[in-house]
């Protein structure tokens, strides 16, 4: 009888990967920190990671903690404070991480931020209310001409990406606009979708959960988001702007280099997993992979381009 190999193979693979992830799983409760409140795509990613780890290590859970404050800089500032056993991960997210310390009113430097992985990355966008009159970007740069100061738009958090990107916004096109601060995007949400605010530069994944409250006007990406294809980017409207906002997780510093790349690998695990694949692609959310092996230069180049943009913006101390 002729023996195909690659049959063989293929069980050999079915059976080895479940005992490789059963490897990888905790023996105890994840507790799973975040900075925001619930309702932000922080909160989203989270809660898709905790179905997803529930589906492949079934004896555990990832228990979320919310400790919103000072834009995600009041978890940040105590994530040291947690037990470094493997079982604590914070939710983190960039240029945040970057910008917040620069400006000096928080209790933590970048350097005291211990990432071990990104796993997503949401664009920049520009949206209004349904309700609003404006309906295209070029009525927004209209409106916002022709009476300077008067338009409000939210944003999660001061020296976050979505400040960044009001102020660069401001300065790419010559406009006024007040941004107003809130805890996270679930929030902020509630002043858009309630026609309290004038709008808001946030993120694609607020614009797609929310596609028949608000209308998106521009969006950073190098090409038009499948799922808004109506919306023109930055770079189709004059200006070379692709940016958003990064999201991991980082633990205490105390945590040993072994458990941190148990912690890595696990979530790379989750990002390949067909479900959340299919899940992040529905909300909007570009998986990126970036592990322990990859974090150092990764932070390194990522700290001196927001550095960069944070003091062309007058983000940082002067």
């Known amino acids: 009888m002729k023996v195909d190999i690659r049959h063989w193979i ?30 932000g795509e922080s909160d989203l990613s989270a809660r898709h990671q905790q179905m997803v780890l529930k589906k492949k290590c079934a004896a555990i859970d990832a228990i979320i903690q919310y400790k919103a404050g000072a834009g995600g800089g009041l978890m940040w500032g105590q994530m040291n404070q947690l037990p470094g056993d493997g079982l604590n991960v914070v939710g983190i997210n960039l240029p945040h991480i970057v910008f917040q310390p620069m400006e000096g009113q928080v209790q933590y430097k970048t350097q005291d931020i211990t990432p071990v992985f990104w796993f997503h990355f949401t664009p920049d966008i520009l949206a209004v209310p349904e309700q609003s009159p404006i309906r295209s970007f070029a009525d927004f740069i ?33 406009v006024k606009t007040n941004y107003i601060p809130y805890k996270g995007t679930g929030d902020m949400s509630l002043a858009v979708v309630g026609n309290q605010i ?3 530069m946030t993120y694609s994944a607020f614009a797609i959960n929310n596609k028949s409250k608000v209308r998106a006007l521009a969006i950073a990406m190098e090409k038009r988001h499948p799922l808004l294809p109506d919306v023109p980017t930055f770079k189709e409207l004059g200006v070379d702007w692709v940016d958003g906002a990064y999201r991991g997780i980082g633990v205490p510093r105390s945590t040993p280099p072994e458990a941190r790349k148990r912690l890595s690998d696990m979530w790379a695990a989750l990002n390949a997993d067909p479900e959340m694949k299919e899940l992040a692609a529905k909300s909007g959310f570009e998986l990126v992979n970036v592990g322990v092996d990859q974090m150092d230069p990764f932070m390194k180049e990522k700290t001196r381009l927001y550095t960069e943009g944070a003091q062309r913006l007058g983000l940082g101390k002067k």
């Not at 069980?11 to 994840?30: F, K, T």
């Not at 409106?143 to 300065?171: D, F, T």
Request: overall charge positive; charged content about 10%; hydrophobic content about 45%.
């Open 198 to 200: 004038d709008g808001a």
């Open 10 to 39: 293929g069980i050999a693979c079915l059976i080895v990967a479940p005992m490789a992830l059963a490897q990888s799983c905790p023996d105890r409760n994840l507790m799973y920190w975040q900075a925001f409140p619930p309702g």
């Open 142 to 174: 209209s409106a916002a001409k022709a009476a300077p100061g008067k338009l409000n738009l939210g944003g999660s958090g001061l020296n976050s990406a979505n400040h960044a990107a009001h102020e660069r916004m401001n300065a790419a096109f010559g």
